[in-house]
């Protein structure tokens, strides 16, 4: 049997996940639209054979401008021109299934998956946020539950697209002139709630089949959702007890709905802060802390605790009288993960700030490079991980600072693969089987369907 | 005054724009999906000089799987992988105004150009067709008209969203903590017939503004809608007489539309059928004509005619009593080209077949690199194009002969240049100038806006 493995992957963005890493003197502001810059964070997280790479998104401003950088490159856009700069890493995008139709969006992930060489992995969102909703015709944002039904019907014909084409339907018989066989062609002929897709797609079936399918909601429906279709999820935790919950609450559902345990990657994010010494990580926090514009922050926490505007004071506590997580349409476990976080350490609303400043909720591991591989292997071995949404605080320098002295020591330790080796997949970095076409029986010693 | 120079875009299409290329010994019946096969498609195309390059799309599968390939990546992923692989040719894709939503697709061609640096260019079209439409959740095709209204709308609305950042809007002042000033955001705040878009694009104004407005449709309402937003036009051009009467009736109706009529370039589509003597060239076409499988042609002219299946006798002539243009909802100008095609040249089903086989419509330039070259010249010179959509029969092939003595003899006589120079955006290729942002005022000394 194999040693079991850390799946590390790089979460990129911008200029780095907290919220002032524009503003240090090392920081270009124009990252956002500079392929350069991405190219750079991709072949670093490739030296430190990462599993996978990964760009959040949702289809609006993501911010007032006067804040932070409040644009991204389209994911699937970015990543493509990505997958040719790079040769082993998975490269994960995030699209919504509320603002897409399914059959644009199978195609371009099929096309990406064909031109990277099977590296192709979806981050699937239901987006939160009524500015979403507006953008799309709509005047509000659907609520939660609705959301995740939607959700589940886009996999569902998804999954029919993908499956669509059997992997050997072309023949390119040339003398004969046949150039694929239509009986391999398989329909989806759905017609649900919410989408009616007839045909199969113009695209065959892709060298994963279909995407490495991953997942970041921990809110009941969105756990519901990780156990029926993730492969890999992205999660938010504080504590090594909360995360030792979360990782055995959802590999008991993804059992009690019939699948593999082993076949759903638990990643929780870290926002590593790395000094040479613990005194020096902390001053780098320091200096984060001290670049954050806190009237920005209490505009965003109001915004995420559905209050009025005014409401907060900074060195306050949060309102004895916030409203259950089952009122909030929005993002439900964010609310929940920082109410809590605040709670539980007693914080006033600018320390909750700063806290959140790093990583919108995730955990911040600040020290030395043995103290972040000590933290990362801890959580690995006492079940609350099998990886880590690795999240810099700053951009590319943070996420150097983790290759150059975090990842030998995870190689040192046997917990990460010192090279890629041949090329694979990203489903098989993750350790996933190729998944079986739902319209072909698995004969006899092929592998055993992985889902449906 | 600068010589007015040919433009010249390459169509490409999997291996060629003969049906029965994928038969030919030398054709690879899987490079529908092999990126290699479109990154030496553009690097010949860069070789030669091209201003562009270009994908045709539609969301359904293309043809029953026994005729011919009938799939294709998906041209915007296509296009930005090649992006990362070439230096100076536009890239130009194929996306339906009637079954993506603009705040989408927006973006996406504003993260392409910003990650080509200013080449991305849009092919408009609305999709005929009732199997396309059924992939969407509709039960048959929009109306024709109905669908070029939803396409004037969705092109309002992208042009809002691309206007939607002033050029200088990220003001990156590090020191008081301002990314950007929220005074030059122009939210849409569009509520339309179709569409309905609130706020800003996410990605900043590209470096074209937006990409190079492209559109092919030939009925009525495609040259009205032509007339309007277009900057090249693609077209089916059979005669010499019939394409200087369409380029006169195009730019006539540009000025109409109050636009500068240089300001819309011209293209018909030519396939080329090369050989060292025009003995040796009709004996390429007659290889690939051989190939054709007509039980297949049948059932496609039966489909663009919309007859039923069995009406067709090979050795027949079309029926008398076909319904006028005005009665098709699909393809109009395709099917009235056909139609006339066939009637003025007296041409049996078969002979039609042979004749469509090689451009589906467009005029096949069949001879020596001197013979192409001169009729190439002669329709630039008497009115009849701007440029040329390149189509070549065979791929690779096809466009390496053109490139290799076809485009030399066009540079010899001070045609085509003779090299790139500069790096420049696919709109400056093209002689046309950035367009102005709809929400700023022209400052005295700046270039006037171009539309709007």
Same mark, same amino acid.
């Given at each position: 049997?194999?040693?079991?493995?850390?799946?590390?992957?790089?979460?990129?963005?911008?200029?780095?996940?907290?919220?002032? *890493?524009?503003?240090?003197?090392?920081?270009?502001?124009?990252?956002?639209?500079?392929?350069?810059?991405?190219?750079?964070?991709?072949?670093?997280?490739?030296?430190?054979?990462?599993?996978?790479?990964?760009?959040?998104?949702?289809?609006?401003?993501?911010?007032? %401008?006067?804040?932070?950088?409040?644009?991204?490159?389209?994911?699937? =856009?970015? %990543?493509?021109?990505?997958?040719?700069?790079?040769?082993?890493?998975?490269?994960?995008?995030?699209?919504?299934?509320?603002?897409?139709?399914?059959?644009?969006?199978?195609?371009?992930?099929?096309?990406?998956?064909?031109?990277?060489?099977?590296?192709?992995?979806?981050?699937?969102?239901?987006?939160?946020?009524?500015?979403?909703?507006?953008?799309?015709?709509?005047?509000?944002?659907?609520?939660?539950?609705?959301?995740?039904?939607?959700?589940?019907?886009?996999?569902?014909?998804?999954?029919?697209?993908?499956?669509?084409?059997?992997?050997?339907?072309?023949?390119?018989?040339?003398?004969?002139?046949?150039?694929?066989?239509?009986?391999?062609?398989?329909?989806?002929?759905?017609?649900?709630?919410?989408?009616?897709?007839?045909?199969?797609?113009?695209?065959?079936?892709?060298?994963?089949?279909?995407?490495?399918?991953?997942?970041?909601?921990?809110?009941?429906?969105?756990?519901?959702?990780?156990?029926?279709?993730?492969?890999?999820?992205?999660?938010?935790?504080?504590?090594?007890?909360?995360?030792?919950?979360?990782?055995?609450?959802?590999?008991?559902?993804?059992?009690?709905?019939?699948?593999?345990?082993? /076949?759903?990657?638990?990643?929780?994010?870290?926002?590593?802060?790395?000094?040479?010494?613990?005194?020096?990580?902390?001053?780098?926090?320091?200096?984060?802390?001290?670049?954050?514009?806190? =009237? /920005?922050?209490?505009?965003? %926490?109001?915004?995420?605790? !559905?209050?009025?505007?005014?409401?907060?004071?900074?060195?306050?506590?949060?309102?004895?009288?916030?409203?259950?997580?089952? *009122?909030?349409?929005?993002?439900?476990?964010?609310?929940?993960?920082?109410?809590?976080?605040?709670?539980?350490?007693?914080?006033?609303?600018?320390?909750?700030?700063?806290? %959140?400043?790093?990583?919108?909720?995730?955990?911040?591991?600040?020290?030395?490079?043995? !103290?972040?591989?000590?933290?990362?292997?801890?959580?690995?071995?006492?079940?609350?991980?099998?990886?880590?949404?690795?999240?810099?605080?700053?951009?590319?320098?943070?996420?150097?600072?983790?290759?150059?002295?975090?990842?030998?020591?995870?190689?040192?330790?046997?917990?990460?693969?010192?090279?890629?080796?041949?090329?694979?997949?990203?489903?098989?970095?993750?350790?996933?089987?190729?998944?079986?076409?739902?319209?072909?029986?698995?004969?006899?010693?092929?592998?055993?369907?992985?889902?449906?």
């Amino acid at each position: 049997m194999t040693r079991r493995r850390l799946h590390l992957n790089a979460f990129l963005m911008n200029t780095g996940h907290h919220e002032a *890493s524009w503003r240090l003197p090392e920081s270009d502001p124009y990252a956002h639209v500079e392929l350069d810059h991405y190219v750079r964070l991709a072949r670093t997280a490739e030296r430190g054979t990462f599993d996978s790479l990964f760009l959040a998104d949702g289809p609006q401003l993501w911010s007032n %401008l006067a804040q932070r950088p409040a644009s991204a490159l389209e994911p699937l =856009t970015l %990543l493509t021109a990505l997958a040719t700069a790079t040769e082993h890493i998975g490269l994960i995008a995030t699209a919504s299934t509320s603002y897409n139709s399914p059959y644009n969006l199978a195609r371009k992930f099929a096309s990406l998956d064909i031109i990277s060489g099977g590296r192709a992995g979806w981050n699937i969102v239901t987006t939160a946020g009524a500015e979403a909703a507006r953008n799309f015709g709509l005047d509000a944002e659907p609520a939660h539950a609705e959301r995740y039904a939607r959700a589940a019907e886009f996999l569902d014909v998804a999954l029919k697209l993908w499956d669509s084409w059997e992997d050997d339907a072309i023949v390119a018989d040339k003398a004969a002139g046949v150039w694929g066989d239509d009986t391999k062609i398989h329909p989806p002929r759905h017609r649900g709630k919410y989408f009616g897709v007839e045909g199969a797609l113009n695209v065959p079936r892709s060298p994963q089949g279909y995407p490495l399918l991953v997942q970041a909601g921990s809110s009941k429906d969105g756990k519901s959702f990780a156990a029926r279709y993730a492969e890999a999820v992205f999660t938010a935790q504080q504590t090594l007890e909360d995360a030792q919950d979360f990782y055995a609450d959802l590999k008991a559902r993804t059992v009690a709905a019939g699948r593999n345990p082993d /076949h759903i990657k638990v990643l929780p994010g870290i926002v590593p802060v790395i000094g040479s010494t613990e005194a020096e990580a902390r001053a780098n926090e320091q200096v984060l802390e001290d670049h954050i514009v806190y =009237t /920005h922050g209490v505009d965003r %926490l109001e915004g995420l605790l !559905q209050l009025p505007s005014g409401t907060l004071e900074l060195d306050g506590q949060l309102p004895a009288d916030l409203p259950p997580e089952s *009122s909030i349409e929005g993002a439900k476990s964010r609310y929940t993960l920082v109410v809590e976080l605040a709670r539980r350490e007693r914080l006033t609303v600018r320390q909750l700030i700063g806290r %959140l400043g790093g990583g919108r909720g995730h955990l911040t591991f600040t020290g030395t490079p043995e !103290q972040v591989a000590d933290a990362v292997e801890e959580w690995f071995t006492l079940g609350a991980a099998d990886g880590f949404n690795i999240m810099p605080a700053v951009l590319p320098s943070g996420l150097e600072t983790f290759v150059d002295h975090v990842v030998p020591l995870l190689r040192a330790r046997g917990l990460l693969r010192e090279e890629y080796g041949p090329r694979q997949t990203l489903r098989a970095r993750y350790g996933l089987p190729r998944p079986a076409n739902q319209h072909v029986s698995p004969a006899a010693g092929s592998p055993a369907l992985a889902r449906v």
